[in-house]
């Protein structure tokens, strides 16, 4: 991964986060699939899901700088039967699957393997 | 294949980002860490400086937040104020004030579906949306009442329209649904709700299922209009309480010709959830109390006000100060939903109410021209169309889930139990005006104002207790008290059939209850029988509770001549028991009667050996109150089995009041003693002893030795705090608090009522102020204010409130964050 990658890497991490931030949780796969379409990298889905748990990792970090997310956690946890780090780790994992499936079932509009992996 | 199952994970993941999936809900609003709950737990500290809009304010307002989380809003003028007072509402109770709404309306299956539909029909029943609408509509429109409810609207409509999704409440989250916005008849049914909850127990019930089971001159003498111990809000001259104890008819035979009318009356109080609202009666009772500077260190009027309500989380209190400069200046609490400062103080007066327990709701038996379908009703041989309502229960989607036709006659709702039609008139369908009531007590310079402006107060009844700088002290029970016809007595089903059964009016002012200044240089009200029937014989009820309550507070009050502020703070958590008072005494001489007869034995000596250890104060630390109570569990049981079902001796009997085990203590021989469950025929002293060693042997048996932490009073009695939609993790349950049944601060049955608020003012030349109550200002359940008040109200302390005249009177150091509020 050259320095180009990282700043895509990053670039789409924040796509991610600032979507997220101005339209809501569902603009994730929208954000993805755009993502595929541009970009021809044979592991752009896997790249789409790292970015988007990375957005919103980026963006839960913001709040736990700013309240209690600790403790809605521990509450939240216990009112849905779950330990508050299965609720962390959805946080996580769930933008990365929509991320992934999104990214997976758009077709490039580049052809694969003529642009270096990213 | 791979982009196959991939769209079918996608459409998956969406459908759970936006749909509930059986009880988890919609992932998406709450995963989101940018508008879901993560961002909302970050968005409950509110940053220093906020400004926000409200259409039609007249001239900015600012509102600063101390430390304490208690807004200081400066306005320029009344409705402004309460523009901000909506929008600082709903920004801190959005969710609290929906879901009151919604229980007094009955469309909480809006929200959770069929599960909430027998409650929802409940509510639609009794007719509280219907009482609120009426009263709405005939509400005069031009009057300032009507019109801080529509500002109040505008201001929690601000809030509503403007905040950012995450904002929203986590409990709107988990319910997946959105605040509905918010009208002037939305306080009204929050107020009709109120009256629902103060609505006393029906002794009617009780007199006549005594009466089911052991005749009319039992049962009248064990539930008496008149409370058999008087003393009285209104002071009677006498300064100790006075016993009016009859002879206590024996247990007669059963009359089952009031079996049928128990049975109707019985189902149709449950069915308008009028039965026990109660868990233990005395635990919602609440207690005021003030001092005139004649028995004060300080030489001013000192006020302490302790309403009793069910605890929940968020409180259903909301502290506030208000200013307009030349009108009001007045803090203290209000409810969220409501404009005004229901109890607080201003720079003159300080006020507070307990409530009065009055009868003020009557039963009819209509005659009907269908008894399946009816259309009309017969009043004096004529017919009349009775109004219908064709209820419709929707679910979360819309949908309709079911529907329910409501009648009403001009008495009010109308419903058939046991075959019979009955309709029910209360007081708080009438007209009225008590948002303009409440709104203007804060404008008062003088109790004698005050008491003014209560003056045509409706419902729902209340011991309204003020006192002012200048030394003056005054109570007066406010609220319609109707007369009845006939004997005046509202304790019976009355024939519907004719207009001669109607309310004649309600009672003139000058019989309520009331004093001012008395000699005895203090007033106290405790839910007791609020005048003495020997000075005013009126018909107002016949529910009261037990006075032990009033007779602490009292006994209290009369010792100390030189009270202070942190005397009434002490007092408001008093651990000592006016009925602990009478009953262990009477254990104590059971057992020393028995013994010198030859009567005990080493089990019962232990226990009255322990039992005289007590210093009958309800601490934590204590380990002898356990005992008590569990004797007199025991002594109630089976001195009244007459009244217990025999066939499920486990079901909750209606019990006397414990003064009229009081009254029967004089009677040593009496047949009530006798528990006719068992061959032997016990007297007085074979059921105390009997009681007393049971209790010591069951605890025993349950707890463990008498001095391990079994029998801790911390151990045994908690306060349970319970979140509105009864999630324990958004609840605090289990607090350790001083207090017992029937002392000052009540604990009882499960702990989930009991003082909601504590104040206490001085009105000294400068007004001072303490308060506390058990929560927070914020209703987010992850923000510090959600219980940051707590612990300390826990133990009985109460914090300073702060009361600035203006907003640079306001220590920088107190100030957490400070809202300024514009049209534009």
Redesign the interface.
């Given at each position: 991964m050259n320095a180009r990658d990282v700043v895509k890497v990053v670039f789409l991490a924040e796509a991610f986060a600032v979507t997220t931030y101005g339209l809501g949780w569902w603009s994730v796969p929208v954000v993805a699939a755009i993502w595929a379409i541009v970009s021809s990298s044979p592991v752009r889905a896997r790249v789409a899901a790292l970015c988007a748990a990375g957005g919103w990792a980026t963006l839960l970090l913001l709040d736990m700088a700013k309240g209690p997310v600790l403790t809605m956690g521990t509450q939240l946890g216990a009112v849905m039967n779950l330990p508050s780090i299965v609720l962390y780790l959805l946080t996580l994992v769930f933008p990365a699957l929509l991320a992934w499936t999104a990214a997976t079932i758009v077709p490039s509009m580049r052809k694969t393997g003529t642009q270096p992996a990213t | 294949m791979?982009?196959g199952l991939?769209?079918l994970?996608?459409a998956a993941?969406?459908y759970a980002?936006?749909r509930s999936i059986g009880p988890?809900p919609p992932?998406?609003?709450?995963?989101?860490?940018?508008?879901?709950?993560?961002?909302?737990?970050?968005?409950?500290?509110f940053p220093a400086r906020q400004f926000a809009k409200i259409p039609g304010l007249h001239d900015s307002v600012k509102v600063l937040f101390d430390d304490r989380g208690v807004p200081h809003i400066f306005a320029s003028s009344e409705l402004d104020a309460y523009r901000a007072m909506g929008y600082v509402h709903a920004r801190d109770r959005l969710f609290q004030m929906e879901a009151q709404t919604r229980a007094s309306t009955g469309r909480l299956t809006e929200w959770a579906g069929k599960r909430a539909l027998e409650v929802d029909k409940e509510s639609r029943a009794i007719g509280l949306a219907w009482g609120a609408e009426r009263k709405l509509a005939s509400y005069d429109k031009t009057s300032l009442g009507y019109k801080a409810l529509e500002a109040y609207s505008d201001g929690v409509n601000a809030w509503i329209s403007h905040m950012h999704?995450r904002d929203l409440p986590?409990e709107y989250r988990?319910l997946n649904a959105r605040p509905i916005r918010w009208e002037p008849l939305n306080s009204m049914h929050f107020l009709s709700r109120m009256s629902l909850t103060l609505a006393m127990n029906d002794a009617t019930m009780r007199r006549l299922r005594a009466q089911s089971l052991v005749g009319k001159a039992a049962a009248d003498a064990l539930f008496p209009v008149n409370s058999p111990i008087q003393q009285p809000i209104q002071p009677n001259a006498s300064p100790k309480p006075r016993f009016d104890f009859a002879e206590l008819p024996p247990p007669g035979p059963p009359d089952k010709s009031v079996a049928q009318s128990v049975d109707a009356r019985e189902r149709l109080l449950a069915a308008l959830n009028l039965g026990k609202n109660s868990e233990t009666r005395d635990a919602i009772g609440s207690n005021n109390w003030a001092v005139a500077p004649s028995r004060t260190a300080g030489g001013h009027a000192i006020l302490a006000g302790d309403p009793h309500l069910d605890l929940t989380l968020p409180s259903v209190w909301y502290e506030a100060h208000i200013v307009v400069p030349g009108k009001v200046d007045a803090a203290g609490v209000g409810f969220p939903g409501m404009p005004m400062v229901v109890i607080g103080f201003n720079r003159d007066v300080a006020w507070t109410f307990t409530n009065t327990g009055s009868d003020v709701n009557d039963f009819y038996a209509e005659s009907v021209d269908d008894k399946s379908h009816p259309s009309k009703y017969r009043v004096d041989g004529q017919w009349r169309p009775l109004e219908k309502r064709v209820e419709k229960y929707l679910d979360q989607k819309g949908g309709t889930i079911a529907t329910d036709t409501l009648y009403f006659t001009h008495r009010g709702p109308m419903r058939r139990e046991g075959g019979q039609w009955l309709s029910m008139r209360w007081t708080a369908y009438e007209k009225s005006r008590e948002p303009d009531n409440y709104i203007s007590l804060a404008t008062s310079r003088s109790a004698e104002e005050w008491l003014e402006k209560m003056r045509d107060y409706v419902a729902p009844t209340q011991n309204g207790l003020v006192a002012d700088r200048s030394g003056t002290i005054a109570i007066r029970s406010s609220g319609a008290y109707p007369i009845r016809p006939g004997d005046g007595r509202g304790d019976i089903i009355r024939d519907g059939s004719t207009s001669a059964s109607d309310w004649l009016g309600v009672l003139p002012l000058e019989k309520y209850p009331s004093s001012k200044n008395p000699p005895q240089g203090f007033l106290a009200s405790a839910n007791q029988q609020p005048v003495d029937p020997l000075q005013n014989p009126s018909y107002m009820g016949s529910d009261w509770y037990s006075p032990w309550r009033a007779m602490r507070i009292n006994k209290l009050l009369a010792e100390n001549s030189r009270i202070t502020p942190n005397d009434m703070r002490l007092f408001q958590t008093d651990p000592g028991s006016a009925r602990a008072d009478a009953f262990v005494p009477m254990f104590l001489a059971a057992v020393a009667r028995a013994d010198s007869a030859g009567n005990s034995d080493a089990d019962l000596r232990e226990a009255a050996r322990l039992l005289g250890q007590w210093d009958r104060r309800y601490v934590r630390t204590n380990h002898r109150a356990i005992l008590f109570e569990t004797a007199m569990r025991e002594l109630n049981r089976h001195t009244w089995d007459e009244l217990i079902d025999a066939k499920d001796s486990t079901a909750n009997a209606d019990l006397p009041e414990e003064q009229a085990l009081l009254e029967l203590m004089s009677l040593p021989a009496s047949e009530w003693w006798d528990d006719r469950r068992t061959p032997v025929h016990e007297d007085r002293d074979a059921l105390v002893t009997q009681s007393l060693k049971t209790a010591y042997a069951k605890l025993k048996a349950e707890k463990g030795a008498p001095d391990s932490t079994g029998w801790l009073w911390s151990n045994n009695r908690h306060a349970n705090i319970r979140h509105l939609l009864r999630?324990?993790?958004?609840s605090a349950l289990d607090i350790s608090v001083q207090g017992g049944p029937n002392t000052l601060s009540p604990s009882g049955g499960q702990g989930t009522q009991g003082s909601s608020w504590r104040m206490v003012v001085e009105l000294g030349p400068e007004v001072r102020a303490w308060s506390i109550y058990p929560g927070g200002q914020s209703g987010a359940?992850?923000?510090?204010r959600y219980t940051d008040r707590l612990s300390r109200w826990t133990l009985g302390e109460l914090d300073e409130v702060l009361f600035p005249r203006t907003p640079a009177d306001l220590p920088r150091s107190r100030i957490t964050s400070t809202l300024t509020l514009t049209s534009r």
């Amino acid at each position: 991964m050259n320095a180009r990658d990282v700043v895509k890497v990053v670039f789409l991490a924040e796509a991610f986060a600032v979507t997220t931030y101005g339209l809501g949780w569902w603009s994730v796969p929208v954000v993805a699939a755009i993502w595929a379409i541009v970009s021809s990298s044979p592991v752009r889905a896997r790249v789409a899901a790292l970015c988007a748990a990375g957005g919103w990792a980026t963006l839960l970090l913001l709040d736990m700088a700013k309240g209690p997310v600790l403790t809605m956690g521990t509450q939240l946890g216990a009112v849905m039967n779950l330990p508050s780090i299965v609720l962390y780790l959805l946080t996580l994992v769930f933008p990365a699957l929509l991320a992934w499936t999104a990214a997976t079932i758009v077709p490039s509009m580049r052809k694969t393997g003529t642009q270096p992996a990213t | 294949m791979q982009k196959g199952l991939a769209a079918l994970l996608l459409a998956a993941l969406m459908y759970a980002g936006f749909r509930s999936i059986g009880p988890v809900p919609p992932l998406g609003p709450i995963l989101d860490p940018a508008n879901g709950a993560w961002a909302s737990a970050a968005a409950t500290n509110f940053p220093a400086r906020q400004f926000a809009k409200i259409p039609g304010l007249h001239d900015s307002v600012k509102v600063l937040f101390d430390d304490r989380g208690v807004p200081h809003i400066f306005a320029s003028s009344e409705l402004d104020a309460y523009r901000a007072m909506g929008y600082v509402h709903a920004r801190d109770r959005l969710f609290q004030m929906e879901a009151q709404t919604r229980a007094s309306t009955g469309r909480l299956t809006e929200w959770a579906g069929k599960r909430a539909l027998e409650v929802d029909k409940e509510s639609r029943a009794i007719g509280l949306a219907w009482g609120a609408e009426r009263k709405l509509a005939s509400y005069d429109k031009t009057s300032l009442g009507y019109k801080a409810l529509e500002a109040y609207s505008d201001g929690v409509n601000a809030w509503i329209s403007h905040m950012h999704p995450r904002d929203l409440p986590i409990e709107y989250r988990l319910l997946n649904a959105r605040p509905i916005r918010w009208e002037p008849l939305n306080s009204m049914h929050f107020l009709s709700r109120m009256s629902l909850t103060l609505a006393m127990n029906d002794a009617t019930m009780r007199r006549l299922r005594a009466q089911s089971l052991v005749g009319k001159a039992a049962a009248d003498a064990l539930f008496p209009v008149n409370s058999p111990i008087q003393q009285p809000i209104q002071p009677n001259a006498s300064p100790k309480p006075r016993f009016d104890f009859a002879e206590l008819p024996p247990p007669g035979p059963p009359d089952k010709s009031v079996a049928q009318s128990v049975d109707a009356r019985e189902r149709l109080l449950a069915a308008l959830n009028l039965g026990k609202n109660s868990e233990t009666r005395d635990a919602i009772g609440s207690n005021n109390w003030a001092v005139a500077p004649s028995r004060t260190a300080g030489g001013h009027a000192i006020l302490a006000g302790d309403p009793h309500l069910d605890l929940t989380l968020p409180s259903v209190w909301y502290e506030a100060h208000i200013v307009v400069p030349g009108k009001v200046d007045a803090a203290g609490v209000g409810f969220p939903g409501m404009p005004m400062v229901v109890i607080g103080f201003n720079r003159d007066v300080a006020w507070t109410f307990t409530n009065t327990g009055s009868d003020v709701n009557d039963f009819y038996a209509e005659s009907v021209d269908d008894k399946s379908h009816p259309s009309k009703y017969r009043v004096d041989g004529q017919w009349r169309p009775l109004e219908k309502r064709v209820e419709k229960y929707l679910d979360q989607k819309g949908g309709t889930i079911a529907t329910d036709t409501l009648y009403f006659t001009h008495r009010g709702p109308m419903r058939r139990e046991g075959g019979q039609w009955l309709s029910m008139r209360w007081t708080a369908y009438e007209k009225s005006r008590e948002p303009d009531n409440y709104i203007s007590l804060a404008t008062s310079r003088s109790a004698e104002e005050w008491l003014e402006k209560m003056r045509d107060y409706v419902a729902p009844t209340q011991n309204g207790l003020v006192a002012d700088r200048s030394g003056t002290i005054a109570i007066r029970s406010s609220g319609a008290y109707p007369i009845r016809p006939g004997d005046g007595r509202g304790d019976i089903i009355r024939d519907g059939s004719t207009s001669a059964s109607d309310w004649l009016g309600v009672l003139p002012l000058e019989k309520y209850p009331s004093s001012k200044n008395p000699p005895q240089g203090f007033l106290a009200s405790a839910n007791q029988q609020p005048v003495d029937p020997l000075q005013n014989p009126s018909y107002m009820g016949s529910d009261w509770y037990s006075p032990w309550r009033a007779m602490r507070i009292n006994k209290l009050l009369a010792e100390n001549s030189r009270i202070t502020p942190n005397d009434m703070r002490l007092f408001q958590t008093d651990p000592g028991s006016a009925r602990a008072d009478a009953f262990v005494p009477m254990f104590l001489a059971a057992v020393a009667r028995a013994d010198s007869a030859g009567n005990s034995d080493a089990d019962l000596r232990e226990a009255a050996r322990l039992l005289g250890q007590w210093d009958r104060r309800y601490v934590r630390t204590n380990h002898r109150a356990i005992l008590f109570e569990t004797a007199m569990r025991e002594l109630n049981r089976h001195t009244w089995d007459e009244l217990i079902d025999a066939k499920d001796s486990t079901a909750n009997a209606d019990l006397p009041e414990e003064q009229a085990l009081l009254e029967l203590m004089s009677l040593p021989a009496s047949e009530w003693w006798d528990d006719r469950r068992t061959p032997v025929h016990e007297d007085r002293d074979a059921l105390v002893t009997q009681s007393l060693k049971t209790a010591y042997a069951k605890l025993k048996a349950e707890k463990g030795a008498p001095d391990s932490t079994g029998w801790l009073w911390s151990n045994n009695r908690h306060a349970n705090i319970r979140h509105l939609l009864r999630l324990e993790p958004f609840s605090a349950l289990d607090i350790s608090v001083q207090g017992g049944p029937n002392t000052l601060s009540p604990s009882g049955g499960q702990g989930t009522q009991g003082s909601s608020w504590r104040m206490v003012v001085e009105l000294g030349p400068e007004v001072r102020a303490w308060s506390i109550y058990p929560g927070g200002q914020s209703g987010a359940p992850a923000s510090r204010r959600y219980t940051d008040r707590l612990s300390r109200w826990t133990l009985g302390e109460l914090d300073e409130v702060l009361f600035p005249r203006t907003p640079a009177d306001l220590p920088r150091s107190r100030i957490t964050s400070t809202l300024t509020l514009t049209s534009r």
